[in-house]
């Protein structure tokens, strides 16, 4: 399995910005559809963004759509999430995960990150 370290969450007022990082190692980065995903508090995790091996065809939730960029640099093995016009309603847990095919479902994604908080103050 591939080993994933999340960064950049924090504290950042409502139509403010914060971009995520997601460092990947153990395994060929390229071998791996990256996706994030969110945990609000007392909700269940859900999806958020996902992309492809290259880069080149990307997924989002209709909940982030227009506002959240999911971007890899597969130089540096590391998967982005650039959050633009946060809400309130972003704050949770985002988690990082890697799967062997493009896809939204969180079950084929095997490898996952610790997580990193985001809280977005109205």
């Known amino acids: 399995q591939v080993q994933l370290a999340e960064s950049g969450g924090g504290l950042v007022q409502a139509g403010g910005s914060l971009r995520l990082s997601c460092a990947a190692s153990?395994?060929?980065?390229?071998?791996?559809?990256m996706g994030w995903f969110r945990r609000a508090p007392g909700k269940v995790r859900e999806f958020v963004s996902t992309?492809?091996?290259?880069?080149?065809?990307?997924s989002y939730a209709d909940s982030v759509k227009g506002r959240f960029t999911i971007s890899r640099d597969n130089a540096k093995n590391t998967v982005y999430l650039q959050m633009n016009s946060l809400k309130p309603e972003d704050t949770a847990v985002y988690f990082c995960?890697?799967?062997?095919?493009?896809?939204?479902?969180?079950?084929?994604?095997?490898?996952w990150g610790q997580g990193t908080q985001v809280t977005v103050s109205s």
């Open positions: 995960a890697a799967s062997p095919i493009f896809t939204t479902h969180s079950e084929h994604f095997g490898s």
């Open positions: 153990g395994r060929t980065f390229t071998n791996y559809a």
């Open positions: 992309i492809n091996w290259s880069g080149d065809i990307a």
